[in-house]
Antibody, heavy 118, light 105 residues
Framework: EVQLVQSGAEVRKAGESLKISCKGSGYTFTSYWIAWVRQMPGKGLEWMGIIYPGDSDITYNPAFQGQVTISTDNSINTAYLQWSSLKASDTAMYYC???????????WGQGTLVTVSS | EIVLRQSPVTLSLSPGEGATLSCRASQSVGSSLAWYQQRPGQAPRLLIYDASNRAPGIPARFSGSGSGTDFTLTINSLEPEDFAVYYCQQRSNWYTFGQGTKLAI
């Protein structure tokens, strides 16, 4: 069974750094792109960026370029999303998702809630 | 960037009724469109891909149609667990989602 398991909820202050994780299992981790998707409170879904663990090829949504960093550690089948300096506006639920058929997302993590206080 | 607009914003129906949700793209996406369901407190779930293909494990009451710029998600005989938010999604140069349709009881 394919599973993406994300790290737990985080509470931080503005200006702090943060790295959240997404661990894949039940499939060959390096063979599928992993995306990160933001959902702000009461809002819709926004694609942030996507990484191919096989060669670390990354594409960012221009709206998030420079604001976050996506990476993987293939030795532990884990993808990461990190911030160097959080803002209150980064408060949101963050999902990782596996890309399917080159276009869609067939498996999703359970989400990581990030709360940033000012 | 291709913009996806969903309508209606909210659709109020009762269990047993049928639902028709719409997604319109700002330019043609061919048949490259997916639908997702998001229940409260849960992650999104892929329902339909390539406009009309049901994802594994998705009940037959869910069906998708359309091509080009106009797409429809149809849900026959609504079950209580179908009341959720539904998003369409496409990938052109990058991935975009519609703003969502809330299916409410």
């Amino acid at each position: 069974e394919v599973q993406l398991v994300q790290s737990g909820a985080e509470v931080r202050k503005a200006g702090e750094s943060l790295k959240i994780s997404c661990k894949g299992s039940g499939y060959t981790f390096t063979s599928y792109w992993i995306a990160w998707v933001r959902q702000m409170p009461g809002k819709g879904l926004e694609w942030m960026g996507i990484i191919y663990p096989g060669d670390s090829d990354i594409t960012y949504n221009p709206a998030f370029q420079g604001q976050v960093t996506i990476s993987t550690d293939n030795s532990i089948n884990t993808a990461y999303l990190q911030w160097s300096s959080l803002k209150a506006s980064d408060t949101a639920m963050y999902y990782c998702a596996r890309r399917f058929a080159g276009r869609y997302f067939d498996n999703w993590g359970q989400g990581t809630l990030v709360t940033v206080s000012s | 960037e291709i913009v996806l607009r969903q309508s209606p914003v909210t659709l109020s129906l009762s269990p047993g009724e049928g639902a028709t949700l719409s997604c319109r793209a700002s330019q043609s996406v061919g048949s490259s469109l997916a639908w997702y369901q998001q229940r409260p407190g849960q992650a999104p779930r892929l329902l339909i891909y390539d406009a009309s293909n049901r994802a594994p494990g998705i009940p037959a009451r869910f069906s998708g149609s359309g091509s080009g710029t106009d797409f429809t998600l149809t849900i026959n005989s609504l079950e209580p667990e179908d009341f959720a938010v539904y998003y369409c999604q496409q990938r052109s140069n990058w991935y975009t989602f519609g703003q969502g349709t809330k299916l409410a009881i």
